[in-house]
């Protein structure tokens, strides 16, 4: 069965203070894995597509990396705009998403 | 570009009522829509795949004659839930799969609530 895991559930952050969000899985048939951010009674937000491990990808404060069996977002010197739940999704032929964690980045 | 729309934004019924759900692609032609539920604090869950011009593929536990899916037109689908119970109340999130994207690239939509009273 396809399973998807996201650590830590909630994390709360000094704004400057960097750290990364962790995306475990365990998929058959991935092609690839997405990175999505949802504010409250949004719906997802597409932040980043990585299709091989060893690939990063960069957007402003947020940084994306893949291995074979799991994928970090790094949040570097994170603002309070950037608050919000950070979803992995891996695709194999469809979305499967983890629950998510809740960033919290505080002034 | 890939803006999706969803309306509307929030419902609140009674139950044993229907409900329509409708998600648009304003800046670009879908042939694959797809419909999630999220309850609070959980993961977006697929329930259905739908092709423009052909039958909704549902995923496994959902109910097909519980939600209808319609996806007429190439920027159109709508999502039926029909003799609503307290039970289906949720978030519903549709999204979108521009033309000639690689894999399953998505774009979302803001989301309905569904509140059955």
């Known amino acids: 069965e396809d399973q998807v895991t996201q650590s830590p559930e909630a994390l709360r952050l000094q704004e400057g203070e960097s750290s990364s969000l962790n995306c475990s899985y365990t998929v058959s048939g991935l092609r690839g894995l997405f990175w999505y951010r949802q504010d409250p009674g949004k719906g997802p937000e597409f932040l980043f597509t990585l299709y091989s491990a060893g690939e990063e990808k960069e957007k402003e404060r947020l940084k994306a990396t893949l291995t074979k069996k799991e994928s970090f977002l790094h949040i570097t010197a994170p603002k309070p705009e950037d608050s919000a739940t950070y979803l992995c999704?891996?695709?194999?032929?469809?979305?499967?998403f983890g629950t998510g964690t809740r960033l919290q980045v505080f002034p | 570009g890939a803006v999706v729309s969803q309306h509307p934004s929030r419902v609140i019924c009674k139950s044993g009522t229907s409900v329509k759900i409708e998600c648009r692609s304003l800046d670009f032609q879908a042939t694959t829509m797809f419909w999630y539920r999220q309850f609070p604090k959980q993961s977006l869950m697929l329930m259905a795949t739908?092709?423009?011009?052909?039958?909704?593929?549902?995923e496994q536990g959902v109910e097909k004659d519980k939600f209808l899916i319609n996806h007429a037109s190439l920027t159109l689908s709508t999502l039926t839930v029909t003799s609503a119970h307290p039970e289906d109340s949720s978030f519903y999130i549709c999204?979108?799969?521009?033309?000639?994207?690689?894999?399953?690239?998505?774009?979302f939509g803001p989301g309905t609530r569904l509140t059955v009273l």
């Open positions: 999704a891996p695709d194999t032929d469809k979305l499967i």
């Open positions: 999204s979108a799969r521009p033309p000639g994207q690689g894999f399953n690239e998505q774009f």
């Open positions: 739908s092709n423009e011009g052909s039958k909704a593929t549902y």
